[in-house]
């Protein structure tokens, strides 16, 4: 297990004109520049799907699904300083496509002659992020608990409270409002206080 | 309904709510004494106004005790919503002051404050747990698919465009072969140009057809070989062919 708090706040540290550039060399054909937001991102959208799916190869799959999509989309991205929260919308909405059982069509996982040994998920038993700091029955007990919220909900809690993006720029990616947002984190909280309450010391 | 009436009509409404102006209600009494049926409109609409008065006064059964368990949960959401804001931390800092010098007698409420902290303590914990990749190897796994994503658009793109090229040289091929032909196939080797007009001049005499090219046809190709000029050519006359002879190049 790796615990790198400061990784997952990488890309909100962009303000946006770096994407920008990249994006408009990626569209002139620069393929390094696309490297540079891969590098920027990846992070961040192998995170939020890990915690949307609960499972590493699925995240995998489902990070890797959304930059290919991002990648043959791009030339449609309005804002291009918007990258990461457009990327993080296509990251959540395969997630989530993936949880309803209609998973991406590509997987770069299982193409012939492609052995991933560097992504390759720890083995069954290690994977679970709750097993250093948080014991394992707690961990999968807030798994279950963060996987039977309502999809708002989950995805709200999961970038705020989990990823600690801005409240902003989490109803810029969910396409609801600051309030919304705050409500949905605050509707999951209240939900996982109560599942959870056996957790929770006085 | 005309206008006047419809005017009645909306006049005998308002009056119902005693909403009309001194003009207005002068107006419609003067029609009503003049004409029964605004009377009668303004008798309808009265009754209609006591029936929906009385309507709205019959006694609903009502679960106070439902009303006030709702009215109490929206408050403790509320009071459980501002807590969670307290200990996010997401509050300004006067609401922030408020609601501790609200909450700071209220048991229940620190509680719940306390509650959505330690929650948010777990799930601090739980996301800092980072599963193990190998974030250079995952970067270069995505890099190389998207590279093979571009080549195959660029091999769709070559395809699309060598597809199009073919068309088009097939077009031209044949448009080629096709020229060729006809020019065999004309009189002096040259495609007439434009429309071109046969008149039979009195086939009942001797069968005398007169032939005649488009002088608007470009000098070059009209007269390309020395060929006589179109004035000269009209009028030639030819023996009329006989059945299943041709024209070639008609």
Known sequence: MESDPAAKLTAV?????????????????????????????????????????????????????????AYRSLDTLDAAGRFGAWLMRIVSNLALNFRRGRKPTLSLFTEEGEGDEAMQPPARGTQTPAQTAISGELGEAIQKAVDGLPEKQRLA???????????????????????????NVFAARKTLRERLAEYLTE | MNRDAEQLERLASEAADATLSAAERAQLEKAA??????????????????????????????DLGAAAQAIHDRIESQTEFTMSQYADGALSEADARAAALRFSGDANA????????????????WGTQQPAVDWSAMQARI?????????????????????????AASVVVAALVGFRTLRGRTPG????????????????????????????APEGIKNPNGLQKPEERRGVAAKSPARGDEYPGF
């Open chain 1, 13 to 69: 540290s962009s303000d946006g004109s770096e994407d920008a550039s990249w994006v408009a060399s990626t569209l002139a054909g620069d393929l390094r520049a696309f490297d540079r937001l891969i590098e920027r991102y990846q992070r961040r959208a192998l995170s939020v799907a890990y915690r949307l799916l609960g499972n590493l190869d699925d995240a995998s799959e489902v990070c890797q699904e959304a930059f290919l999509r």
């Open chain 1, 157 to 183: 809690l999961v970038m705020f409270a989990i990823e600690g993006m801005p409240q902003k720029e989490v109803a810029e990616i969910l396409e609801m409002s600051v309030e919304a947002v705050k409500w």
């Open chain 2, 33 to 62: 004494a003049a004409d029964p049926q605004v009377r009668a409109a303004v008798g309808a609409y009265a009754r209609l106004a006591a029936r929906l008065k009385a309507w709205r006064a019959l006694p609903t059964s009502v």
């Open chain 2, 110 to 125: 620190m509680r719940i404050e306390r509650e959505h902290r330690q929650v948010q303590e777990l799930l601090d914990q």
């Open chain 2, 143 to 167: 890099s190389a698919a998207v590279r093979r994503e571009a080549a195959t658009a660029g091999r769709r793109r070559w395809f699309r465009w060598a597809g199009g090229l073919a068309v």
């Open chain 2, 189 to 216: 080797g040259v495609l007439p140009q434009g429309p071109v007009q046969v008149r039979i001049d009195r086939p009942d005499a001797g069968g005398v057809a007169a032939v005649k090219f488009d002088e608007s």
